[in-house]
Every structure is written in structure tokens, then in C-alpha cells.
């Protein structure tokens, strides 16, 4: 594996140049790589990032493939920027596309879900009745979201009448989110925020939104009204060291309360009060403001379908992938690709494009008849805002090492201007030539 290779890559994922501005500078992608003729069948579950991304990339790279992606969801979300939604810097609409309008033409898309999946037989059973026969299969679903998984919450309760926010849920509903945000910190009160104890997506959002918080309300001028408590799943703030302790320090600094091993059960909205599970037993809080962020599992087609691991995050069922080549361990013709992955790191937008060259790699060598090189070290990168205008650019491995794409220019846990820059406005257009397969 060539380090020095992986690091210019990071550049072009996310780099800067341009005077008095961001703008970006794209990889070469895939676009001088050969074509391989083929007759394959190859279907990708899901027209996420990374099933577009995937899906557009094969279509150039084989010459007579037939590609078929499926997903009933009509809408792409830009879910990097449902934090921003929430803290009201961006509307709704901000998030939304048609998911038709990411896919390479040529391909099959079929707007439906995959009711079964049958590894041995290679084949998937649609939601239509559908039954569909592959060659090799992509398994790129990411995640759902278990809001029966917090007792007494409905997402009908989200919005400032009740002071609830669920940002994670859709870009309506970070909106409204926002709205909740904006009374509490308007009105003062207790707020609480925190994560569950699943893995999930983007592990650093619920840290992102306290620390907005709590910016927001310092600049109304009403921050000695406003408690922030963040309720941590386990012993530490973020789940690499280094950046634990960064956290830990900006908390402190800003007055933010937090506890560890508190995770979330359940919430009683007549008495506004919130019960968390901690090793001592269940603790009841009162709220005026609380940001609900459910357990997080895999969709239960995949969970039911073997190809999930047997005796790791079984309550969650992550597939089984290796995690360097993201190619299942026990079916050889099946791939996997963001969030659904079961491996210990990698669960970001940012994480998406780069486990996609190493998908497309040993899929396209193996039809040519050859061995696969590329590998995924663990690659994550999360621009953790810390206040509005300013955030911490951290990028790591599985290692737990600080791999930073910028060294001498972004220092990864400093507050920068540039970082925040990076997010708010450089990563949608990077993210969106990830969907066409360009960067």
C-alpha cells in the first residue's frame, strides 16, 4: 500500500486552493484506468453515496456489464449537512436531491428495497416481488435508525412546542430541529444532547451540535441561561484518545457538563424528564431541550440475510467484511461499501470514498482475471465544528493514528477558520463529484 498515494488522495478529497477562498481540487478519479469487457451481472442495494458512486464508477470501468442498483427511496440526502440544517444555517432543501439524478445512465435503477437476500443462491427478492440474480453483489444500505429503540419518543413529537430535536432523522426534521434549538436558546432551560451506544453514523455530529449550542447561545447573550449537558455511551468523549481529550478540554473550557456511560432509554415528554441507562442503574434528568439520537443497526434484510457477523455487533449486524480489501469473508463475489461495513472505523461520507476505489479495484481485477492491490487502512475524517466559523479538521485510522491530509497547514485540533470553511462549503461540492465517480 502506497501511503504517499493515500495522502495526495486525501488532498484531492479535500483540498483547498484558490486566492481570498476554498475551492476544490478533484482527484483524477478514475478516468485514465482501462476498461474490462464483460458480460457480469452486478447489482448494488442502495443509491446512496455509495452506491452512486460505485454504480458510475463500474459503468465506466465495464465494457458490458449489466449494472443494476436498488433502492426505493426517491430522494437523495446530503446527510454531512444536516448539522448544519439544525443550527439553522441552512434550510431543508439544502439536503435534498432526486436520487435518479446520481446514477450513470445505461444502468437498471429499480425504486425498490430488497425484502430478501439470498447469498447462497445469489439472489434478492425486491419489495415488488421482483427476483433478481447476480454475479457479485455491493452492499451499500447504510444504516436505520431505531427511534422505537428510545421508549416514550415518536418523531411527531420533534419541534419547539416540545423542545425535542432529532436532527439525524431527515432534513425536515433537522429543521425543525433547529427550531427547538433556536427557542432553547432563546429561553434558556437544561439541554441535553449525547449518542447512543451502537456504532453510528459520523460519530462526531452529537459533539457537533452541542458545541453549536452553545455558540448560539453565547452570541444571543444568553448563555448564563442555558445548562448543556452532553451524556457520553462510554468512558470517553470521542472514541480515538487524542481527540477525546481535545473535547474534553473545549467542554471545560466552555462550561459544557458531561457524564460518561449515560446512554439514552427513554423519555417521558408530559413530565419533560429523560432516563438514561448507566452502570449504576437508571438515572431520571429533567429537560427543556433534549436532542434524541437513536441506536443505529443495520436494515433488518441484511440482518437476516447471513451475511452479517456472527459474534461481533450482533446487535447491530454489521456485514462481515475484511477490513482491508471490504470484500466479505465468507462470500467471495459480495462487497461492501460505507456505513454497512463491520469494521472498527469508517462510518463518514469522507470514509465512503476511499473504501470505493478499493471496492472498485479487486471487483474489476478479479473479472480481468487478476489480483487486487488496493487496501483501506481505516481512513475517517470528521470536520469536528466547534463553534460557528470555526471547527477541528481530524482525520484518523483504525490505528487510532492522526492522519492529517494538510500537515503544516491544518493543524487537526486547533479551531481554524479554514477547517470550518472546509465543511460549510467545499465538502458538498467534493461529496457530490464522489457521486459521479470523479473525485
Not at 450513470?104 to 435503477?109: S, T, V
Amino acid at each position: 500500500m502506497d501511503l504517499n498515494n493515500i495522502t495526495a488522495s486525501r488532498r484531492g478529497f479535500l483540498g483547498l486552493a484558490g486566492a481570498g477562498g476554498a475551492a476544490l481540487a478533484f482527484g483524477a478519479g478514475q478516468g485514465q484506468a482501462s476498461s474490462v469487457r464483460t458480460n457480469a451481472r452486478i447489482l448494488i442495494l442502495g443509491a446512496g453515496a455509495g452506491g452512486a458512486a460505485i454504480a458510475n464508477r463500474l459503468s465506466e470501468r465495464l465494457d458490458g456489464a449489466e449494472i443494476t442498483v436498488l433502492d426505493g427511496r426517491s430522494e437523495h440526502w446530503y446527510q454531512p449537512g444536516f448539522t448544519l440544517i439544525a443550527a439553522g444555517l441552512r434550510g431543508a432543501d439544502y439536503a435534498v436531491s432526486s436520487t435518479e439524478r446520481w446514477l450513470p445512465r445505461g444502468i437498471n435503477f429499480i425504486d425498490e428495497y430488497a425484502a430478501e437476500l439470498d447469498p447462497e443462491a445469489n439472489r434478492v427478492t425486491t419489495t415488488g416481488g421482483q427476483r433478481i440474480e447476480y454475479d457479485y453483489l455491493i452492499v451499500s444500505t447504510g444504516m436505520v435508525l431505531d427511534w422505537d429503540g428510545i421508549e416514550g419518543f415518536d418523531l411527531s413529537m420533534v419541534g419547539p412546542e416540545n423542545g425535542i430535536s432529532a436532527h439525524y432523522a431527515s432534513p425536515e426534521m433537522a429543521e425543525l430541529s433547529w427550531r427547538a434549538l433556536d427557542k432553547f436558546t432563546d429561553e434558556g432551560g437544561v439541554g441535553m444532547f449525547g449518542r447512543p451506544a451502537t456504532e453510528k453514523k459520523c460519530a462526531g455530529a452529537p459533539v457537533k451540535i452541542c458545541f453549536l449550542g452553545e455558540d448560539i447561545a453565547t452570541t444571543k447573550g444568553n448563555r448564563e441561561k442555558c445548562e448543556f449537558v452532553y451524556n457520553a455511551q462510554s468512558q470517553n468523549l470521542f472514541g480515538v484518545p487524542v481527540i477525546h481529550h481535545r473535547v474534553r478540554q473545549i467542554m471545560d473550557e466552555r462550561n459544557i457538563n458531561y457524564r460518561y456511560e449515560h446512554v439514552l432509554k427513554g423519555i417521558d415528554l408530559g413530565a419533560k424528564t429523560a432516563t438514561y441507562a448507566t452502570p449504576s442503574g437508571d438515572v431520571t434528568d429533567n429537560w427543556d431541550f433534549i436532542n434524541v439520537i437513536p441506536p443505529m443497526r443495520a436494515p433488518q434484510v441484511i440482518r437476516d440475510s447471513g451475511l452479517a457477523w456472527a459474534d461481533r455487533w450482533t446487535d447491530q449486524g454489521w456485514i462481515e467484511v475484511d477490513t482491508q480489501t471490504l470484500r466479505h469473508a465468507r462470500y467471495p463475489n459480495v462487497f461492501g461499501i460505507g456505513d454497512i461495513n463491520g469494521v472498527p472505523k469508517g462510518k463518514t461520507a469522507a470514509s465512503v470514498k476511499f473504501h470505493i476505489p478499493v471496492v472498485e479495484d479487486h471487483l474489476v481485477s478479479e473479472i480481468a482475471g487478476r489480483e487486487g492491490t488496493q487496501l483501506y487502512d481505516g481512513y475517517t475524517s470528521c470536520p469536528l465544528i466547534t463553534r460557528v466559523g470555526r471547527a477541528m479538521l481530524v482525520e484518523f485510522d483504525y490505528q487510532d493514528n492522526l492522519t492529517p491530509s494538510f500537515p503544516g497547514l491544518i493543524a487537526p485540533l486547533e479551531e481554524l477558520w479554514i477547517s470550518w470553511l472546509m465543511k460549510e462549503v467545499a465538502l458538498k461540492a467534493t461529496y457530490n463529484a464522489m457521486l459521479r465517480g470523479r473525485a
